[in-house]
């Protein structure tokens, strides 16, 4: 995998991809910023938020595997770790604003957490974000129809778009690579 240290020598698809990447920093601030504002009232914008943020992680992955020669950078190589950012913004939203019971929401946190400073892998680090990423389509269904139904879309479309990169995230999550 080719390194670069400049601007220049990265190409336009990888600066964008890396943007996208970035970008689910500042929805996952905005994610905290409007529940901390309004609270459980937002949860509509919070959801969309979290999709808009998901959106962003398909498009920057076709976008960097469609590179002919792989190039890294920082924000990058640290995909994952900005994933996991948007997936705790929300997950304390839901938390703080009473959509998930408190005691074993974080119980699962700390839980996670433990297995993860043992047990550093991608393969585990996907299992432990998998109940994460489900609680917010489930929070959607159970909230908001119009919400509900622009998860199914987007889900589906997801699905069709992406469906052997799926498969394949399923595959490697369960052992196989």
Same mark, same amino acid.
């Given at each position: 995998?080719?390194?670069?240290?400049?601007?220049?020598?990265?190409?336009?698809?990888?600066?964008?991809?890396?943007?996208?990447?970035?970008?689910?920093?500042?929805?996952?601030?905005?994610?905290?910023?409007?529940?901390?504002?309004?609270?459980?009232?937002?949860?509509?914008?919070?959801?969309?938020?979290?999709?808009?943020?998901?959106?962003?992680?398909? $498009?920057?992955?076709?976008?960097?595997?469609?590179?002919?020669?792989?190039?890294?950078?920082?924000?990058?190589?640290?995909?994952?770790?900005?994933?996991?950012?948007?997936?705790?913004?929300?997950?304390?939203?839901?938390?703080?604003?009473?959509?998930?019971?408190?005691?074993?929401?974080?119980?699962?946190?700390?839980?996670?957490?433990?297995?993860?400073?043992? $047990?550093?892998?991608?393969?585990?680090?996907?299992?432990?974000?998998?109940?994460?990423?489900?609680?917010?389509?489930?929070?959607?269904?159970?909230?908001?129809?119009?919400?509900?139904?622009?998860?199914?879309?987007?889900?589906?479309?997801?699905?069709?778009?992406?469906?052997?990169?799926?498969?394949?995230?399923?595959?490697?999550?369960?052992?196989?690579?």
């Amino acid at each position: 995998m080719q390194e670069t240290s400049s601007a220049e020598a990265i190409p336009a698809r990888k600066r964008v991809a890396d943007m996208l990447t970035a970008s689910r920093l500042v929805i996952a601030l905005a994610v905290i910023t409007v529940g901390l504002l309004f609270g459980r009232e937002a949860v509509g914008i919070v959801l969309m938020l979290i999709l808009i943020g998901w959106t962003t992680d398909v $498009v920057d992955g076709q976008l960097a595997r469609s590179l002919e020669t792989p190039v890294q950078s920082r924000i990058g190589d640290n995909d994952l770790a900005v994933d996991l950012v948007l997936d705790l913004a929300g997950y304390i939203y839901f938390i703080a604003c009473g959509f998930l019971a408190p005691v074993w929401s974080l119980g699962y946190l700390l839980a996670a957490c433990i297995i993860v400073s043992f $047990v550093r892998t991608r393969r585990i680090i996907l299992i432990l974000e998998m109940p994460l990423l489900m609680i917010t389509p489930i929070i959607a269904f159970t909230q908001l129809n119009w919400v509900s139904i622009i998860y199914v879309a987007w889900l589906l479309g997801i699905l069709a778009y992406n469906w052997s990169r799926m498969i394949s995230i399923i595959g490697f999550m369960w052992g196989r690579d």
